[in-house]
Protein backbone atom coordinates (compact mmCIF):
# COMPACT_ATOMS: atom_id res chain seq x y z
CA UNK A 1 0.00 0.00 0.00
CA UNK A 2 2.95 2.48 0.75
CA UNK A 3 4.13 2.17 -3.11
CA UNK A 4 0.01 2.84 -4.20
CA UNK A 5 -0.07 6.02 -2.17
CA UNK A 6 3.44 7.58 -2.67
CA UNK A 7 2.06 6.93 -6.65
CA UNK A 8 -0.84 8.94 -5.87
CA UNK A 9 0.74 11.83 -3.73
CA UNK A 10 3.11 12.63 -6.58
CA UNK A 11 -0.28 12.30 -8.99
CA UNK A 12 -1.91 15.32 -7.05
CA UNK A 13 1.43 17.02 -7.05
CA UNK A 14 1.88 16.63 -10.87
CA UNK A 15 -1.78 18.49 -10.80
CA UNK A 16 -0.48 21.29 -8.84
CA UNK A 17 -1.91 20.57 -5.21
CA UNK A 18 -0.01 22.50 -2.80
CA UNK A 19 2.29 21.13 -0.26
CA UNK A 20 -0.34 21.15 3.00
CA UNK A 21 -2.99 19.47 0.92
CA UNK A 22 -0.71 16.66 -0.23
CA UNK A 23 0.32 16.45 3.43
CA UNK A 24 -3.08 16.07 4.29
CA UNK A 25 -3.76 13.30 2.19
CA UNK A 26 -0.72 11.34 2.95
CA UNK A 27 -1.56 11.50 6.97
CA UNK A 28 -5.14 10.17 6.14
CA UNK A 29 -3.85 7.58 4.31
CA UNK A 30 -1.51 6.80 6.85
CA UNK A 31 -4.27 6.28 8.93
CA UNK A 32 -6.29 4.17 7.11
CA UNK A 33 -2.80 2.17 6.06
CA UNK A 34 -2.59 1.48 9.90
CA UNK A 35 -6.19 0.51 10.64
CA UNK A 36 -6.41 -1.82 7.51
CA UNK A 37 -2.44 -3.45 8.50
CA UNK A 38 -4.29 -4.08 11.96
CA UNK A 39 -6.91 -5.96 10.74
CA UNK A 40 -5.25 -7.98 7.84
CA UNK A 41 -7.18 -6.36 5.04
CA UNK A 42 -5.43 -5.34 1.55
CA UNK A 43 -6.29 -2.35 0.54
CA UNK A 44 -6.64 -3.24 -3.12
CA UNK A 45 -9.90 -5.34 -2.61
CA UNK A 46 -11.50 -4.03 0.53
CA UNK A 47 -15.26 -3.76 0.37
CA UNK A 48 -17.44 -0.57 1.26
CA UNK A 49 -18.31 -1.32 4.65
CA UNK A 50 -14.51 -1.70 5.42
CA UNK A 51 -14.23 2.10 4.78
CA UNK A 52 -17.34 2.41 6.24
CA UNK A 53 -15.91 0.76 9.93
CA UNK A 54 -12.63 2.49 9.11
CA UNK A 55 -14.47 5.81 9.59
CA UNK A 56 -17.12 4.96 12.48
CA UNK A 57 -13.74 4.36 14.50
CA UNK A 58 -12.31 7.74 13.55
CA UNK A 59 -15.51 9.41 14.89
CA UNK A 60 -14.91 8.29 18.06
CA UNK A 61 -12.19 11.11 18.12
CA UNK A 62 -12.68 13.64 15.36
CA UNK A 63 -15.37 16.15 14.08
CA UNK A 64 -17.85 15.52 11.37
CA UNK A 65 -15.48 17.73 9.45
CA UNK A 66 -12.54 16.05 10.07
CA UNK A 67 -14.38 12.84 8.85
CA UNK A 68 -15.93 14.21 5.69
CA UNK A 69 -12.50 15.42 5.08
CA UNK A 70 -11.19 11.83 4.98
CA UNK A 71 -13.87 10.64 3.79
CA UNK A 72 -13.28 12.92 0.84
CA UNK A 73 -9.28 11.55 0.95
CA UNK A 74 -10.57 7.78 0.86
CA UNK A 75 -12.93 8.38 -2.36
CA UNK A 76 -9.75 10.55 -4.53
CA UNK A 77 -7.80 7.66 -3.47
CA UNK A 78 -9.89 4.39 -4.37
CA UNK A 79 -10.51 6.56 -7.83
CA UNK A 80 -6.96 7.00 -8.50
CA UNK A 81 -6.48 3.17 -7.81
CA UNK A 82 -9.17 2.22 -10.04
CA UNK A 83 -8.20 4.33 -12.90
CA UNK A 84 -4.48 2.97 -12.63
CA UNK A 85 -6.10 -0.69 -12.60
CA UNK A 86 -4.67 -1.54 -9.24
CA UNK A 87 -7.97 -1.98 -7.80
CA UNK A 88 -10.44 -3.95 -9.27
CA UNK A 89 -12.90 -1.59 -7.95
CA UNK A 90 -14.17 1.25 -6.28
CA UNK A 91 -15.22 0.37 -2.66
CA UNK A 92 -15.38 4.32 -1.72
CA UNK A 93 -17.44 5.34 -5.14
CA UNK A 94 -20.95 5.22 -3.26
CA UNK A 95 -18.42 6.03 0.41
CA UNK A 96 -20.96 8.32 3.03
CA UNK A 97 -19.51 9.41 6.69
CA UNK A 98 -21.36 6.80 9.07
CA UNK A 99 -24.00 8.17 11.60
CA UNK A 100 -22.85 7.98 15.19
CA UNK A 101 -23.38 4.49 16.43
CA UNK A 102 -22.95 2.52 13.05
CA UNK A 103 -20.09 0.40 13.70
CA UNK A 104 -21.02 -2.60 11.71
CA UNK A 105 -19.65 -5.72 13.62
CA UNK A 106 -16.78 -7.74 13.17
CA UNK A 107 -16.63 -11.38 11.54
CA UNK A 108 -14.16 -13.58 10.30
CA UNK A 109 -13.81 -14.25 6.40
CA UNK A 110 -14.58 -17.71 5.26
CA UNK A 111 -11.01 -18.70 4.71
CA UNK A 112 -10.02 -17.12 7.83
CA UNK A 113 -12.52 -18.86 10.08
CA UNK A 114 -11.17 -22.26 8.22
CA UNK A 115 -7.24 -21.66 9.09
CA UNK A 116 -8.71 -21.09 12.87
CA UNK A 117 -10.37 -24.47 12.25
CA UNK A 118 -7.52 -26.24 10.97
CA UNK A 119 -5.10 -24.55 14.28
CA UNK A 120 -8.13 -25.96 16.61
CA UNK A 121 -7.55 -29.61 15.12
CA UNK A 122 -4.24 -29.62 16.34
CA UNK A 123 -4.40 -27.73 19.68
CA UNK A 124 -2.77 -29.78 22.45
CA UNK A 125 -2.34 -29.34 26.43
CA UNK A 126 -4.36 -29.85 29.26
CA UNK A 127 -7.77 -28.53 29.12
CA UNK A 128 -7.22 -28.70 24.93
CA UNK A 129 -10.24 -30.15 24.25
CA UNK A 130 -12.65 -28.06 26.38
CA UNK A 131 -10.95 -25.03 25.16
CA UNK A 132 -11.30 -26.14 21.64
CA UNK A 133 -14.99 -26.74 22.04
CA UNK A 134 -15.30 -23.18 23.80
CA UNK A 135 -14.50 -21.21 20.62
CA UNK A 136 -15.91 -24.43 18.21
CA UNK A 137 -19.72 -23.91 20.74
CA UNK A 138 -19.98 -20.04 19.44
CA UNK A 139 -19.09 -20.44 15.85
CA UNK A 140 -21.48 -23.72 15.53
CA UNK A 141 -24.52 -21.97 16.84
CA UNK A 142 -23.81 -18.39 17.61
CA UNK A 143 -24.25 -18.52 21.43
CA UNK A 144 -23.38 -15.25 23.57
CA UNK A 145 -20.61 -15.90 26.27
CA UNK A 146 -23.14 -15.92 29.01
CA UNK A 147 -25.02 -18.92 27.50
CA UNK A 148 -22.46 -20.29 26.92
CA UNK A 149 -21.63 -20.73 30.44
CA UNK A 150 -25.36 -21.12 31.11
CA UNK A 151 -25.14 -24.52 29.39
CA UNK A 152 -25.38 -27.67 31.77
CA UNK A 153 -25.05 -31.08 30.27
CA UNK A 154 -28.42 -31.85 30.57
CA UNK A 155 -29.15 -29.15 28.33
CA UNK A 156 -27.49 -31.70 25.64
CA UNK A 157 -29.75 -33.67 23.09
CA UNK A 158 -26.88 -34.83 20.78
CA UNK A 159 -28.71 -37.65 19.53
CA UNK A 160 -31.08 -34.69 17.87
CA UNK A 161 -27.88 -32.74 17.59
CA UNK A 162 -29.87 -30.06 19.25
CA UNK A 163 -28.77 -28.34 22.60
CA UNK A 164 -31.36 -25.94 24.60
CA UNK A 165 -30.11 -22.20 25.20
CA UNK A 166 -31.17 -19.71 28.21
CA UNK A 167 -30.71 -16.00 26.58
CA UNK A 168 -31.38 -13.00 27.64
CA UNK A 169 -34.50 -12.13 29.54
CA UNK A 170 -34.68 -15.91 30.57
CA UNK A 171 -36.05 -16.76 27.25
CA UNK A 172 -35.18 -20.23 26.26
CA UNK A 173 -34.42 -21.42 22.58
CA UNK A 174 -33.13 -24.13 20.65
CA UNK A 175 -30.08 -24.34 18.48
CA UNK A 176 -28.27 -27.21 16.54
CA UNK A 177 -24.93 -28.03 15.97
CA UNK A 178 -22.54 -29.39 13.47
CA UNK A 179 -21.74 -33.05 13.29
CA UNK A 180 -17.76 -31.84 14.43
CA UNK A 181 -19.23 -30.21 17.54
CA UNK A 182 -21.33 -32.59 18.23
CA UNK A 183 -17.94 -35.37 17.76
CA UNK A 184 -16.60 -32.88 19.76
CA UNK A 185 -19.17 -32.55 23.11
CA UNK A 186 -18.96 -36.91 22.59
CA UNK A 187 -15.02 -36.68 23.33
CA UNK A 188 -15.54 -34.29 25.89
CA UNK A 189 -17.79 -36.10 27.99
CA UNK A 190 -16.16 -39.65 27.64
CA UNK A 191 -13.40 -37.50 29.49
CA UNK A 192 -15.61 -35.24 31.80
CA UNK A 193 -15.96 -36.66 35.50
CA UNK A 194 -19.07 -34.98 36.38
CA UNK A 195 -21.88 -36.49 34.23
CA UNK A 196 -23.89 -33.94 35.08
CA UNK A 197 -24.81 -30.20 36.23
CA UNK A 198 -22.35 -27.12 34.52
CA UNK A 199 -20.86 -28.44 31.23
CA UNK A 200 -17.39 -26.20 31.43
CA UNK A 201 -16.11 -26.58 34.67
CA UNK A 202 -13.04 -24.57 36.43
CA UNK A 203 -9.73 -26.39 38.03
CA UNK A 204 -12.08 -26.32 41.09
CA UNK A 205 -14.50 -28.44 39.65
CA UNK A 206 -17.04 -25.32 39.68
CA UNK A 207 -18.73 -23.65 36.41
CA UNK A 208 -16.49 -21.96 34.16
CA UNK A 209 -17.77 -18.54 34.11
CA UNK A 210 -17.57 -15.14 32.00
CA UNK A 211 -14.18 -14.20 32.56
CA UNK A 212 -12.88 -17.73 32.90
CA UNK A 213 -13.85 -18.30 29.18
CA UNK A 214 -12.78 -14.95 27.78
CA UNK A 215 -9.30 -15.95 29.63
CA UNK A 216 -9.48 -19.62 27.68
CA UNK A 217 -10.46 -17.90 24.59
CA UNK A 218 -7.63 -15.36 24.38
CA UNK A 219 -5.00 -17.98 25.12
CA UNK A 220 -6.37 -21.12 22.24
CA UNK A 221 -6.71 -18.01 19.75
CA UNK A 222 -2.62 -16.93 20.63
CA UNK A 223 -2.05 -20.85 20.84
CA UNK A 224 -3.45 -21.01 17.24
CA UNK A 225 -1.86 -17.59 16.32
CA UNK A 226 -4.91 -16.58 15.09
CA UNK A 227 -3.94 -12.76 15.25
CA UNK A 228 -5.42 -10.42 17.38
CA UNK A 229 -8.84 -8.47 17.63
CA UNK A 230 -10.94 -11.44 17.33
CA UNK A 231 -13.29 -11.93 20.66
CA UNK A 232 -16.16 -14.38 21.27
CA UNK A 233 -18.97 -12.20 20.10
CA UNK A 234 -16.21 -11.82 17.12
CA UNK A 235 -17.31 -15.79 16.37
CA UNK A 236 -21.00 -14.72 17.04
CA UNK A 237 -21.09 -12.40 14.47
CA UNK A 238 -18.86 -14.61 11.99
CA UNK A 239 -21.88 -17.49 12.67
CA UNK A 240 -24.51 -15.02 11.44
CA UNK A 241 -22.24 -13.23 8.76
CA UNK A 242 -21.77 -16.82 7.34
CA UNK A 243 -25.27 -17.74 7.11
CA UNK A 244 -26.47 -15.01 5.62
CA UNK A 245 -23.64 -14.77 3.47
CA UNK A 246 -24.64 -18.90 2.42
CA UNK A 247 -28.69 -17.72 1.44
CA UNK A 248 -30.21 -18.29 4.98
CA UNK A 249 -32.69 -16.04 5.51
CA UNK A 250 -33.12 -13.30 8.24
CA UNK A 251 -35.60 -14.33 10.11
CA UNK A 252 -34.32 -17.52 11.04
CA UNK A 253 -30.85 -16.24 11.78
CA UNK A 254 -32.83 -13.92 14.06
CA UNK A 255 -34.27 -16.98 16.11
CA UNK A 256 -30.63 -18.89 15.82
CA UNK A 257 -29.12 -15.57 17.40
CA UNK A 258 -32.14 -14.85 20.07
CA UNK A 259 -32.58 -11.64 18.98
CA UNK A 260 -35.72 -10.44 20.02
CA UNK A 261 -36.23 -7.93 17.01
CA UNK A 262 -35.39 -8.17 13.28
CA UNK A 263 -34.07 -4.74 12.96
CA UNK A 264 -31.03 -6.05 15.37
CA UNK A 265 -30.15 -8.72 13.12
CA UNK A 266 -30.62 -6.44 9.82
CA UNK A 267 -27.23 -5.42 10.70
CA UNK A 268 -25.44 -8.56 9.41
CA UNK A 269 -27.08 -7.90 5.95
CA UNK A 270 -24.29 -6.04 5.28
CA UNK A 271 -22.15 -9.27 3.70
CA UNK A 272 -24.90 -10.37 1.18
CA UNK A 273 -24.61 -7.46 -1.14
CA UNK A 274 -21.79 -9.12 -2.99
CA UNK A 275 -23.78 -12.74 -3.17
CA UNK A 276 -26.90 -10.63 -4.10
CA UNK A 277 -25.00 -8.90 -7.35
CA UNK A 278 -23.07 -12.56 -8.27
CA UNK A 279 -26.83 -13.93 -8.32
CA UNK A 280 -28.52 -10.78 -9.65
CA UNK A 281 -25.24 -10.97 -12.59
CA UNK A 282 -26.12 -14.99 -13.48
CA UNK A 283 -30.05 -14.79 -13.61
CA UNK A 284 -30.52 -10.68 -15.20
CA UNK A 285 -31.03 -11.49 -18.84
CA UNK A 286 -29.44 -8.02 -19.46
CA UNK A 287 -26.53 -8.36 -16.34
Excluded at 75 to 85: I, K, P, S
Excluded at 206 to 215: E, P, Q, V
Excluded at 220 to 241: E, N, Q, Y
Excluded at 253 to 281: D, F, M, N, P, W
Aim: contains cysteine.
Amino acid sequence: MHDSIKLFLEHLAARGCSEATIRAYRADLDNLQEFLHNRRLDFRVVSRYDLRNYLAELRKNNNNRTIGRKSASLRAFYRFLRTQNIAASDPAALLSAPRPGSLLPDFISLEKMKKILEGLDHLSGKNALRNRLLLELIYSSGLRISELAGLDIEDLDLESRIIRVMGKGKKERMVPVTGRVKNLIDKYLEEKIIQCGPLFLNKNLKRLGIRGISLNFKQTLKKIAAGSGIHPHTLRHTFATHLLDAGCDLRSVQELLGHESLSTTQIYTHVTAERLKKTYKSAHPAA
